[in-house]
């Protein structure tokens, strides 16, 4: 009965938003520049006063703090854990194929669904739109740093997602919490315990930083990127961007109420056709100009150490780019995908961790590989018209394959948004049940959906910088707190090592 009431009142405040939301779509319409000139401005204050802490603005060499510490993270997981991202990669891809699934394991979903909750989260407008985004800004130097970023990203993921199944809350009715804010708190409680005033003030940093990159990166910017290349294939919905975010907001609605079970569900059957459909239309433009790629690949490496871009700000600039982007598309040291990862079937947290760890390797590695390619050959970048507009460079790169491609792109872009907004949806859900109880969860339900009506209305440069930054602050408590508590995780990787070679692979 509780539990019936319970699901009444979520339906309850779901609907009542959307009436409320199509009630001030309808004065939005009258008002429509004041209303997009408020949310803007409530927008670019909130980043130019954190951003200036974030990337240092006041440095001579304009170095990014987050730069320092994503990159140190990298290099010490990798090393920590001695190459696990390269000596355990094909153990890795046996354990996704379901040979160590067993139903008695606690947890929600199997290990190919936290891989594709996770995956729908990454996978789609950071290879879409980030990476055109990088060339755009950085030039083709800036895809080498995201291919360094995903391969020392492996081991952060690896290190973050085998501590959501070490330290994880089960609920009695099967439902799990966990991810960053909670290892934090309990790991720096069992293993720090004179520390873990640090780990409690990390975890609830993680968990409000979640929240704002969920409804900045996970949200307004997969509804900006969507709207924006519907309107480059459909004209006639230039004016609809209200109508278009209500849409998508009913659309995710549907979907968070299930929770994620539902979520992986639904991202499980979306992803890989999805990926398919993109991964074939990049080959299609990679193959057909095949002799273009030995070149292209070798600006790749000349660009990114060029002696022009060695000059002050120069380099640093392209490599922050690279960073950025890589981060926004593959999530590598943020710890987001820990708290779906944390819901998945397993009585060894290393597995988990090392299914997660594939995830730079499939998302940048791969994708955003072939989508670099494919916007270097066709030289989409160049346009002028086009600067800075992710998904329309990209869009643009895809019509070399005829002009319907781009409209199926659109499309393609559409559902990439969607999936992605389901899953980031949860992984603030998750936050807020840290911070104030499961029954929060309803509320933040309702403000995750009205801030998908806002993401086609608000400017893409807001958007953008404030996904940034709210994405990359999240790599601030969880990489620092990794880091002390990396020894529990280094004992247990070489024990399952240990018993890989005892009982066979």
């Not at 920590?80 to 929600?108: C, M, P």
Request: glycine residues 10%.
């Amino acid at each position: 009965m509780k539990r019936f009431l319970h699901t009444k009142k979520i339906y309850f405040a779901f609907f009542s938003i959307l009436s409320f939301m199509l009630g001030q779509s309808y004065l939005a319409f009258a008002s429509e520049d004041r209303a997009q000139s408020f949310i803007n401005n409530t927008i670019n204050t909130i980043n130019s006063y954190w951003g200036s802490f974030l990337f240092w603005n006041g440095h001579p060499l304009k170095l990014p703090l987050i730069l320092v510490i994503m990159a140190f993270g990298g290099v010490f997981f990798t090393f920590r854990y001695w190459f696990v991202n390269l000596t355990l990669f094909k153990h890795a891809l046996e354990i996704v194929s379901g040979k160590y699934d067993k139903k008695e394991d606690q947890g929600e979903i199997t290990h190919f669904q936290a891989l594709t909750s996770a995956l729908s989260a990454t996978v789609g407008l950071g290879n879409i739109a980030g990476v055109a985004v990088a060339i755009s800004l950085g030039g083709p130097g800036a895809v080498f740093w995201l291919w360094i970023v995903a391969f020392f990203g492996m081991s952060m993921k690896f290190s973050s997602c085998t501590f959501a199944q070490l330290h994880r809350i089960l609920h009695s009715d099967g439902k799990v919490l966990g991810g960053p804010m909670v290892y934090l708190d309990q790991g720096f409680k069992s293993q720090l315990p004179n520390l873990h005033f640090l780990g409690k003030f990390f975890a609830v940093l993680f968990a409000t930083f979640t929240i704002g990159a969920s409804l900045g990166g996970g949200n307004m910017f997969q509804g900006n990127q969507t709207f924006e290349i519907l309107v480059s294939q459909f004209p006639s919905l230039e004016n609809t961007n209200w109508i278009v975010g209500i849409v998508l907001a009913v659309l995710v609605g549907i979907v968070i109420i299930g929770g994620i079970q539902r979520i992986g569900d639904v991202t499980s059957r979306l992803v890989p056709f999805m990926c398919g459909f993109y991964c074939l239309g990049c080959l299609m433009i990679i193959i057909s100009n095949v002799e273009l790629v030995p070149h292209l690949l070798g600006q790749i490496f000349y660009q990114a150490f060029s002696p022009d871009a060695m000059w002050a700000g120069g380099f640093i600039g392209v490599l922050t780019q690279g960073v950025k982007r890589a981060s926004f598309s593959n999530e590598a040291g943020l710890g987001s995908a820990a708290i779906a990862h944390a819901a998945a079937k397993t009585d060894k947290p290393i597995r988990e961790g090392l299914v997660a760890m594939l995830e730079p390797f499939i998302d940048t590695h791969l994708v955003c590989t072939m989508t670099a390619l494919s916007i270097l050959i066709t030289n989409a970048h160049l346009e002028p018209a086009l600067a800075g507009k992710g998904a329309a460079i990209t869009a643009q790169a895809f019509s070399s394959l005829g002009s319907f491609m781009p409209m199926l792109l659109a499309l393609a872009t559409a559902i990439f948004a969607y999936s992605t907004m389901i899953s980031w949806s949860y992984y603030g859900e998750k936050g807020c049940e840290y911070l104030f109880g499961r029954s929060s969860i309803p509320y933040y339900q309702v403000v995750y959906v009205f801030c998908v009506v806002l993401g086609p209305v608000a400017s893409l440069e807001n958007v953008i910088e404030f996904s940034d930054l709210m994405l990359l602050s999240m790599a601030f408590p969880n990489i620092i707190g990794m880091v002390f508590l990396s020894k529990k995780i280094k004992s247990l990787l070489e024990e399952y090592k240990n018993e890989r070679k005892l009982t066979g692979p």
